[in-house]
């Protein structure tokens, strides 16, 4: 007959079955949660973008209220950070911004003034999205889409 002590010392690690099964439940509960939380990010990034659009366009409407006008195509979104050169001439000029972030992807936002979407009415302000490529679907900007009424809605938002 086996002493307890005996018993209890041939207990002490775990099986080869038992470590499986648990690497097995791991696995599977990775497989269901990993691809949840990419989506998280990404949707994050483009809320951040479509957020980032929309208060540098209440930054011009300021820098409009102040000179009396849109800064050119030209003068740009540099226009919140320096005071730009040429027509037209900024009457009231004060930095709105100490510097100019890029979107979630690294990438410059993009200004039109007048704008392909916007008009003469206000400036397109847009970021080129996770592609980084000008005039796609994923591209985040000021105006209305297509089929909705949202500015700065993005293809992925209406999903």
Do not use: C
């Not at 996770?130 to 938002?157: F, L, R, V, Y």
């Amino acid at each position: 007959m086996k002493s307890r002590r005996s018993i209890a010392v041939q207990r002490r690690g775990f099986t080869l079955v038992e470590i499986l099964l648990v690497v097995v439940i791991l696995a599977m509960i990775a497989a269901f949660a990993v691809p949840s939380l990419l989506g998280t990010q990404e949707q994050a990034q483009i809320d951040l973008a479509s957020s980032s659009v929309k208060n540098l366009d209440r930054m011009f409407k300021l820098y409009r209220q102040s000179n009396n006008a849109y800064p050119s195509t030209e003068q740009g979104l540099k226009a919140l950070v320096e005071k730009p050169e040429g027509e037209p001439v900024p009457k009231k000029w004060v930095a709105l911004l100490e510097e100019l972030a890029p979107d979630p992807w690294g990438h410059e936002f993009k200004y039109a003034f007048p704008g392909e979407h916007n008009g003469e009415k206000k400036p397109d302000i847009w970021s080129v999205g996770p592609d980084g490529q000008e005039g796609t679907d994923d591209d985040i900007g000021n105006w209305a889409k297509e089929g909705g009424d949202d500015e700065g809605e993005s293809p992925a938002e209406s999903k």
